[in-house]
């Protein structure tokens, strides 16, 4: 019909990466390898369930169990009901173990799948809580009642073996952490 026209496009590929129409020439938007890994169903979730704390314990202790595939972490969402410090660090060559398993499940609905991890909520198989421990990678101060989000996007990449672990430093009545993430 006559004068009907768009002002723009967006075409996706058969790799699912998207063109873009702009100042009428086509640009090529790749996906992240976190939305890659999201589609082919490499990617995936772990949440501690709340629960009432003890200062120093470890809300969350996740541990790659791939021997063959690196974890890449992505975001990480943390909350807490009373002001406290975050502390996030790294461990190795540790037992992971805990009060309650946490599966990793994917984060395509299409692929019914685990994740090759071990995870625990209120995590004891390491001791972080020391004010010396060596391998924090984000220390900050979270104020209650907020969802904290660390942006990782890839930066975290653990090997087999290795853990990531979320330690506050409060007392709190409730407290979450979600971790995302994929292998590759």
């Known amino acids: 019909m006559p004068g009907l ?3 723009s496009a967006m075409i996706r590929g058969v790799d699912g990466a998207m063109v873009n129409s702009v100042d009428n020439a086509l640009q090529i938007s790749p996906r992240s390898r976190f939305q890659q890994a999201v589609r082919t169903g490499r990617a995936f ?7 009432d704390m003890e200062a120093a314990d470890t809300v969350l202790g996740l541990e790659n169990n791939d021997s ?8 990480m969402w943390i909350s807490s009901d009373t002001a406290t410090v975050v502390r996030v660090f790294a461990a190795s060559g540790i ?10 499940y994917p984060l395509n ?6 994740a090759l991890s071990t995870a625990y909520t209120k995590e004891t198989g390491q001791d972080e809580a020391g004010s010396s421990w060596p391998h924090r990678l984000y220390m900050f101060n979270a104020l209650a009642s907020t969802v904290h989000c660390l942006n990782i996007n890839g930066a975290v990449r653990l090997p087999y073996d290795h853990m990531i672990g979320v330690d506050m430093s409060a007392n709190a009545g ?8 994929w292998y590759e």
Do not use: E, I
């Not at 063959?68 to 975001?75: E, G, P």
């Not at 609905?109 to 685990?114: H, I």
């Not at 409730?174 to 993430?181: E, F, L, Q, R």
């Open 5 to 7: 026209y768009a002002d």
């Open 174 to 181: 409730a407290c979450n952490v979600t971790v995302w993430g």
């Open 95 to 104: 037992t992971v173990a805990g009060s309650t398993a946490v599966t990793g």
């Open 109 to 114: 609905r299409n692929f019914n799948t685990t």
């Open 68 to 75: 063959n595939r690196l974890m890449y972490l992505w975001k």
């Open 45 to 51: 979730n772990w949440s501690s369930v709340t629960y």
